[in-house]
């Protein structure tokens, strides 16, 4: 083969300069599209109310003004409560979840154990078929007692069959079953091998579950919704909700209003004050996520493609 | 299937194991009572706990639990959930305009007190006026405890006050809703940011239109309220309901009405309270503006535009109800009792603790503690009339002191609906309700808060049709005259 | 919807899994394995509580539901059959039709925007030359994955808001239009809930599309080349069958939840707003809205019983048709 011939083969392994621009450019559009609606939410939350009234919301914060977090932190109770609430609940449900979901898809991915298959059933079952939400609602507040109980924040979401099904399939691709028998033969105990060898082994698989439960738990204002109905277990998600159907949440326990009485000319920044929400409940997500998503991307992946 | 076997073995197994585990015994009996009003308030737990001391030294052993939902559709969403799982409570707020009364005696969700109420809270059942207690009954059974308050309503434009005085408007001179006009707008021009004329979902304006609506407020099926004929019609197919849209429509266009008035279904109190709010449709009373000025914290003027009339709906306008769920009736109504007749009690609940929230400046009037406001006071339900007898409250500083003089006049001059006394059993056409209420809630509202042109009225008319209206209208106009026979 | 849970099934469901014939009686196997059923029972305990207990609660939906003495459960057990009355109402409403269109319409549309889409972008990350823009394309686009749909609520409402919305008050006036009063106009939201959807989701498919393209084995693209088949070719010759059984998995994960829809993005999203229900309301976001804003549990429950029923149907028969066609993909 002569090295021309070579050239012309590598060629064909990569699309033309022309499509690589285009395909950039396409690429460029839909990922600023994904951006640019946060960078807004930004500016508003530094915008002056009254320029938000004149011109509506954009891209540049006229008139900047870090009143709107100012007003905010003043009211900082509820803000800081959701904020606890939130963080409670996803430290505590991804932790619990994450062990629950492990410890489960670790006897069905035994081979050797012979109710395997029943048990998974019983776990895909759930998918299949639900009782739905009306009943759902009514089992977890009379039996379950779930109402204005963080429990109610918790318990609904630590177990999702199809993330045990990742990890099972993690656990049968990455850890040969006869690691587990030479364990067993050194007399060390299941748990003591689920524990020691199988949980480092399965950490990717294990680090993309527990991510996906921190986002069902960070982000959840649904549970809220249905079981929350004291202003002092309400998680960030659902305060934000709140906030939108009614500025009552933004106006309690604020000195700003009372200092300010009988002066109409001084009012509440109630549009960049909810923005300036949006911003401190996003936060932490953005300034996080691209750390997260390394790990994400890897362990989802093996998952997946493995399976 | 083995599979579905086990699975059946495993639950019993696991069933078993959850039975052996409810067991509850606690000391004092604590008594739940969900209300509507200014929304939770921070201090609450002090409130409660001065309460509960106090019934307890009256012999009550007991404590109390107070939980405020806000205005507008919150307490309805929540009171509807919270009935519908059963949960068990002791008290909530019912009346004609949120927790429907109706539509919760027709469902079973309230206990029949008629016998356990002159049993166990005989005072507060003679200090009432006797239609009180005939018009809340359901065939001839009471579910629930009336406020002692006005028997009647009027509608009225609130202003605050501030916009008017700045401005120099002479209010008084307006005797129409199409009169507010010129003022919306001076205010759309010159006030950024405000609204001229609030006017959303629940709250919104076509109230004035004042119809006798036994069914509810979600469906259309309606009399005239002086009800000379008792006849039930489709008040979308009225003269002065197409010409009533006609002007908001016209408002929401000159961006008088906000533009997402009809999405707002809930809170309205908070743009008033952070003073982004001109003038909006308010239910009068005597010193009605006085009563919202210390509630808001917001000085309010109110100029009244309709009659005084007086219909089934006032007397059912407030009232507490005692849930299926409730664990101990008896104690409930004890309770109820004991605050409806004991002036510290009241306004304890009403007003907080003196010192604290509020300060007495004469025997019988209060104000709010110097350097504090209605909104970082830490206690202010706000809602005087929601709560058993409002003639044992205190009055607030301004406030007329002649006030229930002026309510007495007030009634006496009130025209007593035809139909005053007549409920309506919702029971046989409950579907149609429930379909009618659909197209209220996705239809109607934009219409009444002007959003939507009235040229779809007809259209409206064609869904609410498809909806079953026709029969909720017959099913209606047949119970209303039996009802009549009967009477006669 | 949920895709991010894809994986090949064919491993979870081995058809020889099924055939277990315990020699050993049950209590036997107990004692033996009590570690590994120790470790079975937590999930075990959620399972039930939280996803069996509420099947039988469904029961509700075929009693006219009233309230007694003593709590749910005796309420429940007095409260009379109604046999399928409650069901009438449903189908007795003229909105019956819309809630089941929207629900299959925009699911629909769904599956194939996303899949469109995210295939389309999983090429294009693969085939572009710069690793590294590569990566920061796929991070933005992951960005919205992240975000709760309350904060997709008001990121909307920036733009769409009557009177102070970005497209209202800078787009349209630049171009000299009349605003537009998004949340009043039915017409726009189709449109709307389906960009919104491929925002949130797009970016998350992409990546196990591109996870699977990446997989794929190098050396049938270098033989190809050596026929002389250019990338394009390559693309649709190899690549696409390539990744087929991903695309068939991901696919089925959706047809099985063709009835269910996110009650974030129908809900949060266009705000509850009336005027919009005719084009937003799906059974989710009926059956919430009954519950909540009618209070009527007969309703409710007998449009999530609905809802159970038809989603196990649809999803028994999707496997069926996909074992007809390719039986190493099938679910069980």
Redesign the interface.
């Known amino acids: 083969m002569s090295a021309q011939n070579q050239t012309e ?2 060629k ?5 300069r022309k ?2 621009f285009v ?2 450019l ?3 559009v ?6 640019v ?2 960078f ?2 930004l500016a ?1 939350s530094f915008t002056d ?2 320029m ?8 540049w914060p006229r008139n900047f003004t870090t009143y709107a977090y100012q007003f905010i932190f003043s009211m900082a109770n509820q803000v800081v409560n959701a904020y606890v609430v939130s963080m409670i609940v996803t430290v505590a449900g991804t932790i619990l979840s994450v ?3 492990a ?2 898809a ?3 991915s ?1 081979k050797d ?27 977890g ?4 007692h779930l ?1 204005d109980n963080l429990w109610g924040l918790i ?2 979401y ?3 069959a ?5 990890l ?2 993690f656990y ?1 691709s990455n850890i040969p079953d006869s690691l587990i028998e030479s364990a067993k033969i050194d007399g060390a ?3 003591r091998i ?1 524990f020691q060898m199988i949980f480092p082994l399965a950490l990717p698989g294990i680090a993309a579950v527990a991510l ?1 439960a921190m ?1 069902q738990y ?5 549970l809220a919704a ?1 079981y929350i ?3 002092q277990l309400m998680p960030l ?2 305060l ?2 709140q906030i ?5 949440f ?6 700003n ?2 200092s300010q ?2 002066d ?1 000319l001084s ?2 920044p ?2 960049s004050a ?2 300036a929400m ?1 911003v401190i ?2 936060g932490p ?2 300034l996080t ?2 750390f997260f ?1 390394k790990y994400f ?1 890897k362990g ?2 093996v ?3 493995k ?1 | 299937m ?2 579905i076997k ?2 059946a073995v ?1 639950l019993l197994l696991v069933g078993v194991l959850l039975t052996g585990t409810s067991v509850f015994a606690a000391a004092p009996y604590e008594i739940k009572w969900y209300f509507i009003g ?3 308030q ?1 201090d609450v737990k002090l409130v409660e706990d001065a309460a509960s001391k106090y019934i307890q030294k009256k012999g009550l052993k007991a404590t109390l639990k107070l ?1 405020c ?2 205005w ?1 559709d ?1 307490y309805n969403n ?1 009171m509807r ?2 009935i ?4 068990p409570f002791d008290i909530c707020f019912t009346s004609s305009w949120a927790n429907l009364y109706t539509v919760n005696v027709a469902r079973g969700a309230f206990l029949d007190i008629t016998d356990l109420w002159k049993k166990y809270a005989p005072k507060s059942r003679a200090q009432l006026h006797p239609s009180f207690i005939t018009a809340t009954q359901i065939n001839g059974r009471n579910y629930a405890i009336p406020a002692n308050k006005e028997v009647a309503h009027a509608w009225c434009i609130m202003f ?1 006050k ?2 008017v005085d ?1 401005y120099k408007f002479d209010i008084q001179s307006i005797k129409t809703l199409a009169d507010l006009e010129p003022m919306l707008k001076v205010i759309r021009e010159k006030e ?2 405000v609204i001229p004329f609030q006017n959303i979902g629940g709250e919104n304006a076509s109230r004035i239109l004042d119809y006798d609506r036994p069914i509810g407020d979600q469906n259309p099926a309606a009399l005239y309220n002086d009800s000379k004929d008792m006849k039930v019609f489709n008040m979308l197919e009225t003269k002065e309901f197409k010409e009533y849209c006609e002007l908001v429509h016209k408002w929401y266009k000159a961006g008088y009405i906000p533009a997402d008035a009809a999405n707002m ?3 309205f ?3 008033i ?4 709010v001109f003038c909006k449709i308010e239910s009068y009373k005597p010193c009605a503006d006085e009563e919202r000025s210390a509630s808001w ?1 917001v000085p309010q003027v109110a100029v009244q535009i309709t009659k005084p009339v007086a219909q089934t709906y006032d007397c059912i306008g407030s009232m507490q109800a005692i849930p299926k769920s409730c664990k101990n009736p008896v104690m409930a109504l004890k309770f109820l009792e004991l605050f409806n007749t004991d002036k510290y009690l009241n306004n304890l609940i009403n007003f907080g603790i003196e010192g604290r929230h509020y300060v007495k400046i004469a025997n019988n009037v209060i104000d709010t503690p110097p350097g ?2 209605a ?2 006071v830490g206690y202010r339900p706000g809602a005087p009339w929601v709560f058993g007898n409002q003639y044992i409250n205190y009055f607030w500083k301004g406030e007329n002191q002649k006030k229930w003089e002026l309510f007495k006049k007030f009634n006496d001059s009130s025209l007593a609906a035809k139909s005053q006394g007549f409920s309506f059993d919702a029971e046989p056409v409950r579907n149609e309700i429930a379909s009618c209420q659909n197209v209220w809630n996705t239809y109607v509202i934009a219409l009444v808060t002007g959003a939507a042109d009235p040229k779809t009225i007809p259209d409206v008319v064609a869904k609410f049709k498809a909806a079953g209206l026709d029969k909720v209208i017959a099913e209606e106009q047949k119970q209303l005259d039996a009802w009549l026979a009967k009477k006669k | 919807m ?1 895709v ?6 064919k ?3 081995k058809a020889n ?2 055939d ?1 014939k ?1 020699k ?1 009686g ?1 209590w036997h ?1 107990l004692v033996k ?1 009590k ?6 029972l ?3 305990l ?2 039930f ?10 029961i ?2 075929f009693k006219n539901f009233r309230f007694h003495e003593g ?3 005796p309420s429940l057990l007095k409260s009379e059959w109604s046999g399928f009355k409650n069901f009438e109402f449903m189908f007795a409403t003229p909105d019956a039709f819309n809630i089941i269109r929207n629900t299959l319409f925009y699911n629909l549309a769904f599956i194939i925007t996303c899949t469109v889409i995210s295939i389309a ?1 999983a090429i ?2 693969n ?4 690793q590294k ?1 590569a990566k ?2 796929q ?13 997709f ?3 909307v ?3 769409l ?1 009557p ?4 497209i ?3 787009v349209l006036k630049l171009f000299g239009q009349e605003s537009i009063s998004w949340y009043n106009e039915p017409k726009y939201w189709p449109l709307i809930i389906i960009i919104v959807n491929a ?1 949130k989701w ?2 998350n498919n992409c ?2 599309y591109l ?2 393209i990446i ?1 794929v084995d190098q050396e049938l ?1 270098e033989a ?3 026929d ?5 070719q ?1 693309i649709i010759k190899i690549t696409f069958p390539q990744i087929a059984p ?1 695309i068939i998995v991901m696919f089925l994960v959706f047809v ?1 939840r063709i009835f269910n829809t996110d ?2 993005l129908f809900f ?1 999203v266009p ?1 509850n707003a009336a005027l919009l229900r005719p084009v937003t309301q799906t059974l ?1 976001a009926y ?2 809205q009954t ?1 909540i804003g009618l209070g009527d ?1 007969g309703m ?2 007998a ?3 609905f ?2 029923v038809v ?2 149907i649809t ?2 028969a999707a496997n069926l048709f996909v074992k007809k066609i390719d039986r190493e993909s099938s679910i ?1």
């Open positions: 083969i590598n064909l392994g990569r699309v033309s499509s690589n395909m950039n396409i690429l460029l839909y990922a600023s599209f994904c951006i609606p946060l807004m939410s508003v109310e009254k938000l009234t004149i011109h509506g919301y954009s891209f062990l629950v979901m410890l489960y670790f006897p069905i035994r154990f012979k109710y395997k298959n029943f048990f998974t059933f019983y776990m895909i079952f759930t998918m299949l078929f639900s009782g739905g939400m009306v009943s759902t609602y009514l089992i507040v009379n039996l379950l109402k318990f609904p630590l177990m999702n199809f993330w045990v099904i990742i099972r399939t049968r105990g299941e748990f689920f996906l986002l960070w982000n959840d204002w649904f249905l109905n004291n202003p998600p659902y934000l909700y939108q159907v009614s500025m009552q933004l106006l309690q326990n604020s000195s209003i009372g009485a009988g109409i009012r509440m109630s549009e909810r923005m949006v409940a996003v997500i953005a996520f691209p998503q991307t989802l992946t998952g997946a493609i399976g | 083995k599979n086990r699975i495993l200014n929304g939770q921070p939980q939902y806000t507008g919150d929540r959930t919270i519908a799982s059963g949960e605050t501030d916009f700045k950024p940011g279904t809930n809170d109190v908070g743009d309270k952070a003073r982004k914290g504090k406001t909104e970082n | 949920s991010r849970n894809n994986l090949s099934f491993r979870i469901f899994d099924i277990i315990p050993n049950f196997e394995n570690a590994l059923f120790l470790m079975l937590p999930g075990a959620v399972l509580l939280n996803n069996y207990l509420p099947m039988f609660g469904a509700i939906a709590g749910f459960i972008f294009m990350l085939e572009i030359y710069s823009l920061f394309y991070s933005a686009m992951f960005l919205p994955f992240f975000l709760s749909w309350v904060v609520n008001y990121l409402y920036a733009y808001s009177d102070k919305g970005f209202n008050m800078t925002w797009v970016g990546i196990i996870a699977a997989a693209y190809a080349r050596i002389g088949a250019n990338r394009w390559q991903v099985g009650l974030g949060q705000r989710d059956i919430y519950l549990i409710s429950s449009g999530a019983f809802q159970s989603g196990f999803i028994i069980f």
